[in-house]
């Protein structure tokens, strides 16, 4: 492996999402002293503050097309998903509720998304389809904790973060048959992303109390830590074939 960094700063620089032709990164970032979304351009270097309104500004998702960006704002109050317009930055707001609704990610037709909710009481996966004033729909029951979902690029598996109790996995749903299983054995297990080839799962754990970055097949069968010479990993997102 040979990390390199293309972004470096005394402030936290979090959520990172690649654009889906691999030219851009979206980050949340708080050099400014707040949480402001930019996109990066890695090849140029050139970045745009996309989002800083008093605030959440967070959870930046690409839609397919690389055109828009789904994100989690509280400027109106609570946390809801909006989705803003990259050419035009029209900010179009997704969900309304009291609840805080985050972690949008887009299903790969680009017609819907997937986020975090708490609005059942704990958090729970949501399905909507991504225009305002769209029904929700539940999709995880198991558990008093299902966040952080990862759609495969095929379309047809969810990988998120189930909680039970202190322990946390990364879990895989069939999104045809609602059917759930377990991937990974916790007990810190979070921030799951696929690989383009649908095969691999990366993820966030936890070894001997330091944050590492690790693997999984979507069959469960394979597993493996991926090695860093220093510090801790957190949120990892792979970047498309392409890149």
């Known amino acids: 492996y040979n990390p390199q960094t293309l972004l470096k700063s005394d402030q936290p620089i979090m ?44 959870s930046p998702a690409w839609s397919p097309d690389g055109k828009k960006l789904a994100v989690t704002l509280s400027k109106d109050g609570n946390p809801d998903i909006y989705i803003l317009d990259l050419a035009s930055d029209k900010l179009q707001r997704i969900t309304r509720h009291w609840s805080i609704d985050t972690e949008a990610v887009w299903t790969p037709d680009g017609k819907s998304i997937i986020f975090t909710s708490s609005r059942s009481g704990k958090p729970q996966l949501y399905q ?30 969810v990988a998120y973060v189930h909680g039970e109790g202190n322990v946390y996995r ?16 916790g007990p810190l297990d979070e921030s799951p992303e696929f690989a383009p080839n649908n095969s691999m799962i990366l993820f966030a754990s936890q070894e001997k109390k330091q944050a590492v970055l690790a693997a999984v097949s979507t069959d469960g069968r394979q597993k493996q830590r991926l090695a860093f010479s220093n510090g801790e990993v957190r949120e990892p997102s792979w970047a498309p074939k392409r890149y």
């Open 15 to 58: 959520s990172p999402a690649w654009s889906p032709d691999g030219s851009q990164l979206a980050y949340v970032s708080f050099e400014s002293g707040q949480a402001e979304i930019f996109t990066h351009n890695i090849r140029t270097g050139v970045r745009k503050s996309r989002t800083k309104y008093p605030g959440l500004n967070g």
């Open 128 to 157: 909507q389809a991504a225009r305002a004033g769209a029904k929700p729909k539940r999709l995880t029951y198991e558990g008093n904790y299902n966040a952080s979902a990862s759609i495969s690029p095929d379309g047809k598996f």
């Open 170 to 185: 990364i879990a895989l749903m069939d999104l045809k048959t609602r059917s759930s299983h377990i991937l990974t054995d």
